[in-house]
């Protein structure tokens, strides 16, 4: 039984005989669940019949089942429960498909419930079936197929708990129409016991005493911090840790907020756009400590050559992470919260003076940087955002080079403020990801940014918006391209672009007629006066359209599969003046793109 015990599911009570979906719904109610993102359609008539005098629960009626399982990941990583989608059978269950992939490669904690034909008539090709479970069986944690009325308790709730235990994950359970309209009664399921499933929590306590060796005797550490961290709230450890050895932090795309940048130690986000100095501290430290972070190629580039001095430690809640793309030295599997507490009891504070200072002399001299002009640039919109809001608000990313400024010049200050698709690189992910944050917090301010081609994918969540009066700020970077996809053709292709100049509508009036407010912005000094007015405006969405530099490129870039040798910093000049310390003597010669720091020496 969940914390949720007393409440009742509209007229629904224990004991009487109850119909599959009049458990269904009993059975959400005692998992907790506030919200669920769906839309109806024959097969799940009767769930939705069974909807109607329920109360505790709020339904969601999205216009596009992709919206529903997006909506439900914003949720679920805003607020840290599982999100909830019911759709029904056929194409409402395809439309959820990518959704899913999206929230099994970036490990989100979501149940998909999709409606099903009657059993008898699975593998007929009735109307609208698709075989749901079958097609999402790569793509999902676990999933179900309910045959018999009187596993429908018990599966609903293994289906939550699987997905939001362990490495966290989308579990779908299929739901036959004719099932749902058995009779029985509801028998309150036990607490889960699953065969070959019971993640390992606690870290092995002789890795974590090899671990702490390591760290004892590293001069130039450094913590890549991943998604893992907020996953399993594990900030507060993490500080702690960074803290107590002076080691400094790069975080992934998802681990941003798990670190606040503000902080000395920070080198803010590594990998293919991560900053120059965070992926040249990782080329020459002595020790990488991975956190709940996973080795992926936008982070490694080419493998063999991350990081390839270093002695490496990996912190991971699943054990099929660890040494999937890069061996390490010293594994350990375990709740990252719970493995860095006795990590932070095992180790002694290290003098990292040196090293710190080499970094602060990198930082300097490669910043991450652009130039203000009269025209708009995206990283000023980004970074204007997080002057304004004092990093406090929950800002949720679309896919492209939006992504990357948004990622680079935003300051991160809190866990589950940085929303975004990072495994499957989602276009059309951040309106209704950003429905679904809205639904889940009210404690800070939701801002959704897409590129004019995300945007475009997803924009009938606007309807929804506006119906719920969510007062969420979208924020259209509109440079006329399928920017990053152009960036590419111009550094790689020799500039023969090929389909990325998009035919926009004109957002302002579209988002006039779904009955939201709108403003265009087109000019540097309209940027900040217009971010205000957006995030002063209460009642329901404001959406923004800044028009910004049509062929702005992201830097700086490690092309795809190279190394930080490879790396092509920003060709604008460096225009804030150098610090001199005492780390003034150090330089750092780039010479044909090598990365040669003069005064580290090698590992
Ligand atoms: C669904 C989907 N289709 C295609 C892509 C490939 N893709 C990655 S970024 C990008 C361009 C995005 O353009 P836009 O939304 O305008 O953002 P910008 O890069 O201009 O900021 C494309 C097409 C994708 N990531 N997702
Ligand atoms: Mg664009």
Redesign the pocket.
């Known amino acids: 039984m969940g914390p949720h015990k007393e409440r009742h599911a509209g007229n629904v009570h224990q004991g009487r005989m109850m119909t599959g979906s009049e458990i269904f719904v009993r059975s959400l109610v005692e998992e907790g669940v506030e919200v669920v993102f769906g839309y109806p359609g024959g097969a799940t008539i009767g769930i939705y019949d069974a909807l109607v005098d329920l109360t505790d629960i709020k339904h969601v009626l999205v216009r596009h089942e992709q919206g529903a399982t997006h909506a439900a990941e914003g949720y679920a990583k805003a607020t840290g429960k599982p999100g909830v989608v019911l759709v029904t059978s056929g194409p409402g269950g395809t439309n959820t498909v990518t959704g899913i992939a999206d929230a099994y490669m970036d490990s989100i904690p979501i149940v998909v419930f999709t409606g099903q034909v009657p059993l008898k008539l699975i593998g007929n090709d009735a109307f609208q079936e698709a075989d749901i479970v079958g097609i999402t069986r790569p793509i999902t944690k676990y999933s179900y197929l309910v045959k018999d009325v009187n596993e429908l308790a018990r599966i609903v709730k293994e289906a939550f708990y699987i997905a939001s235990t362990g490495r966290p994950g989308p579990v779908v359970v299929d739901l036959p129409k004719d099932v749902m309209a058995q009779r029985t009664t509801y028998v309150p399921p036990k607490a889960p016991r699953l065969r070959g499933y019971s993640p390992t929590v606690e870290g092995n306590h002789k890795q974590i005493l090899k671990a702490a060796e390591l760290i004892n005797c590293s001069k130039r550490p450094v913590l890549y911090v991943g998604g893992g961290v907020i996953q399993s709230n594990a900030s507060g450890e993490l500080g702690a840790l960074a803290t107590m050895l002076g080691c400094p932090v790069t975080t992934t795309l998802h681990g941003l907020g798990a670190f606040p940048e503000s902080n000395h130690l920070s080198l803010g986000m590594l990998g293919m756009h991560g900053s120059w100095y965070s992926n040249v501290a990782v080329h020459y430290c002595d020790l990488l400590i991975a956190v709940g972070a996973r080795f992926d190629d936008r982070v490694t580039g080419k493998v063999e050559a991350f990081a390839a001095e270093a002695k490496k430690i990996h912190i991971d809640i699943d054990p099929s992470a660890i040494s999937k793309n890069v061996a390490v030295d010293v594994p350990i599997v375990g709740d990252v919260r719970r493995v860095l507490k006795k990590l932070v009891d095992a180790v002694q504070p290290l003098d990292t003076k040196d090293w710190l200072e080499t970094i602060e002399q990198w930082k300097s001299e490669h910043p991450l940087r652009f130039k203000e002009g009269e025209t708009v640039r995206a990283q000023e919109v980004v970074q204007k955002l997080g002057e304004i809001t004092q990093g406090d608000a929950i800002v949720v990313t679309d896919v ?3 992504q990357m400024w948004a990622a680079q010049f935003f300051t991160w200050k809190h866990p589950r403020t940085h929303i975004t698709s990072g495994g499957l690189g989602t276009m059309g992910f951040s309106l209704p990801a950003a429905m679904g944050a809205a639904f889940g917090r009210s404690d800070l301010p939701v801002v959704s940014i897409s ?4 945007f475009q994918m997803n924009l009938q969540e606007m309807a929804t918006i506006a119906e719920h009066k969510l007062p969420i700020k979208i924020f259209v ?7 990053m996809v152009r960036q590419w053709q111009e550094l790689f292709w020799r500039r023969r672009y090929s389909h990325v100049e ?1 035919f926009n509508p004109d957002f302002v009036k579209l988002a006039d007629a779904f009955g939201c407010s709108a403003l265009r912005v087109t000019r540097s000094a309209e940027v900040g006066p217009a971010i205000r007015q957006a995030m002063a405006h209460q009642e329901g969405p404001i959406l923004v359209e800044f028009v910004v530099e049509k062929e702005d490129n992201v830097y700086p870039m490690i092309p795809s599969g190279q190394t930080v040798n490879e790396i092509m910093d920003n060709p604008e000049p460096v225009e804030r003046e150098m610090e001199v310390g005492s780390a003034a003597n150090q330089t750092v010669v780039v010479h044909k793109g090598h990365v040669v720091p003069a005064t580290v020496e090698k590992p």
């Open positions: 492209g080079q939006h590129g004019d081609g995300g970077i509109n440079n006329g391209f399928l920017g998009l």
